[in-house]
């Protein structure tokens, strides 16, 4: 599974909705990761902002994508940005591999 942050911005009529009927939109988009075999693990809102952030898995991009494409079809998102991320016992065997690929700065 790959592990993705995603930053969500809200549209500001979803906005307006919220405050009027206040919801827990993690319960709301846990399916859409489970419907793709993936796992919402976090939802966080920014504090005075339309933007949530979320971590979740997915077994690869294009279930990542069908998910981003339905919540913007939806028209109460304005935006999806998602960046793969890793723990950090993987970063650890990231950094051994980094290490040996042998990477030549330019030089002048």
């Known amino acids: 599974m ?4 995603s ?3 809200f549209a500001s009529s979803a906005m307006a909705t919220l405050i009027q009927n206040p919801q827990n939109r993690a319960e709301a988009i846990r399916p859409m990761f489970e419907a793709v075999g993936g796992q919402l693990h976090d939802y966080y809102v920014a504090v005075g902002s339309n933007t949530v952030y979320i971590i979740g898995d997915v ?3 294009a279930s990542l994508v069908a998910i981003a494409t339905a919540a913007l079809a939806s028209g109460s998102i304005s935006s999806i940005k998602s960046t793969p991320i890793v723990t950090a016992e993987d970063a650890v065997e990231m950094f051994r591999k980094a290490g040996s690929v042998g ?3 330019p030089s002048t």
Do not use: F, K, N, V
Request: glycine share 0%.
């Open 2 to 5: 790959a592990l993705y942050l």
């Open 7 to 9: 930053e969500i911005t």
């Open 59 to 61: 077994p690869d991009q």
């Open 103 to 105: 990477y030549r700065p």
